[in-house]
Nanobody, 126 residues
């Protein structure tokens, strides 16, 4: 079992930045691939970014095309935390952002994730 708690959401102007954090507790953090998803009102929950499990110097990651070059996912195994640095925010990035954990090495598929946080609201004003 893994518990995930997101933080760092808020209101920001277009072009601004936010860093989301997701603190994990429970099973060994390094054994989980981690991901971020988001859901805007009336939309499906969509993939944002994913990062590989393990203990290594650099971690392979995947990004949705809509955030590539603007968002960066990272993890700190010593702190059991995964981050999502969001730069160049746009109004269309407005959504509830969810952290998720998977027993797979790394995946972009929502259904592959086993554990979810409660979400944190990100609102980007124009």
């Amino acid at each position: 079992q893994v518990q995930l708690v997101e933080s760092g959401g808020g209101l920001v102007q277009s072009g601004g930045s936010l860093r989301l954090s997701c603190a994990a507790s429970g099973r060994t953090f390094i054994t989980f691939g981690m991901g971020w998803f988001r859901q805007a009102p009336g939309n499906e929950r969509e993939f944002v970014a994913a990062i590989s499990w393990g203990r290594r110097s650099t971690y392979p990651a995947d990004y949705a095309d809509s955030v590539k070059g603007r968002f960066t996912i990272s993890r700190d195994n010593a702190k059991n935390t995964v981050y999502l640095q969001m730069n160049g925010l746009k109004p269309e990035d407005t959504a509830v952002y969810y952290c998720a954990a998977t027993t797979r090495p790394r995946t972009t598929i929502r259904g592959d994730y086993d554990y979810w946080g409660q979400g944190t609201q990100v609102t980007v004003s124009s």
